[in-house]
């Protein structure tokens, strides 16, 4: 059995050209061993699939098909024996790496995973390696752009399957509960978002920081989550599950307002929640109001261009129970 992150790694770091489908878990590429199309440099014939945990490779080019052990064996140019010790190796000192930043014991009796694996690839400070200051520029640019406050920590990652990704975790404690890995504005880079690769679990950002007394506000992102400040959360996309808002009810004694994105699939998704919802009635719901609704698709978009000092309070002040909320977006 192989964990994911290696075959990633290995990926990511000797084949050309690598796409990724199957949520990350299935590799197109050049191939490394006939070289693909020698007249077109764009086709990708060569598939890695992970196979949860039984990763196997086929060319559909040269027809070359085996286990990702002999592959590993055949780009590196060593025995299928010395790449056993190699990937044993490899797989054993990336453990140890994460065992040494938590309590062991936390390990196995946490029900909540822990992704600090994914601070071995990246930056948050310029390094002595030459492209750490360019890394650092696009990281405190995407900051500065988005206002967004240094307690919370972003990171630049430079290798593996993330790279060249700004990394936006969430903390619980100084543990990694999950993270998103989004492309550097301006590029092209598919998907928009890639988390990580294990189910998403009902991940709570800012549980430990929420006063009882106050609303916990939803948003679908990090960064909207962010701006909020402390009673911000994220549901992490368009969804809201019944299982997540139980945990937000249970976190405070004033309730909950959703503030889904201001556009299209915003809207939808809304629609969705307040028809289907079994807490729809008991949740509150952030209109845009009318001054900003055609310029901003969301709470970072009226931080930035309008400097709203106190977000959570702007939220507050325009949001509505359901049947208010119901009727004005029906009008």
């Not at 640019?141 to 936006?168: A, H, M, W």
């Not at 106050?214 to 299982?243: N, P, R």
């Amino acid at each position: 059995m192989f964990d994911l992150q290696i075959v990633s790694d290995f990926a990511y770091q000797y084949l050309q050209k690598v796409t990724t489908q199957k949520n990350g878990t299935h590799f197109y590429t050049r191939c490394p061993l006939c070289g693909d199309s020698k007249k077109n440099s764009r086709k990708k014939r060569f598939h890695l699939d992970w196979h949860n945990g039984n990763p196997g490779y086929h060319c559909f080019n040269c027809d070359e098909a085996g286990p990702f052990l002999k592959l590993y064996a055949i780009v590196k140019g060593i025995s299928e024996s010395q790449a056993k010790s190699e990937l044993f190796k490899y797989d054993s000192d990336r453990i140890k790496k994460s065992l040494t930043r938590k309590n062991i014991a936390q390990i196995f009796t946490s029900e909540t995973k822990s992704y600090n694996y994914i601070l071995e690839n990246c930056l948050d400070e310029p390094t002595a390696s030459v492209l750490s200051d360019y890394w650092m520029g696009i990281l405190n640019s995407f900051r500065e752009d988005r206002q967004i406050p240094k307690e919370y920590k972003l990171y630049f990652c430079f290798t593996g399957r993330y790279k060249n990704r700004i990394i936006v975790p969430v903390y619980k404690g100084n543990d990694i509960i999950y993270f998103q890995g989004r492309r550097i504005p301006g590029t092209l880079m598919q998907p928009k978002y890639l988390n990580p690769l294990t189910e998403k679990q009902i991940i709570i950002h800012n549980e430990e920081n929420f006063v009882r007394d106050k609303y916990i506000v939803v948003t679908e992102g990090l960064i909207d989550a962010f701006m909020v400040g402390a009673q911000g959360t994220s549901c992490l996309g368009k969804e809201i599950s019944s299982d997540f808002l139980k945990v937000l009810f249970g976190l405070t004694d004033k309730g909950v307002i959703i503030a889904l994105d201001n556009d299209d699939s915003g809207e939808k998704s809304l629609d969705v929640f307040m028809e289907k919802n079994e807490y729809n009635k008991r949740c509150r719901y952030f209109l845009m109001p009318k001054k900003y609704k055609y310029r901003c698709k969301d709470a970072n978009d009226v931080k930035t261009k309008y400097n709203v000092e106190n977000l959570y309070e702007f939220i507050d002040n325009n949001s509505y129970s359901f049947i208010k909320a119901y009727l004005k977006r029906k009008m």
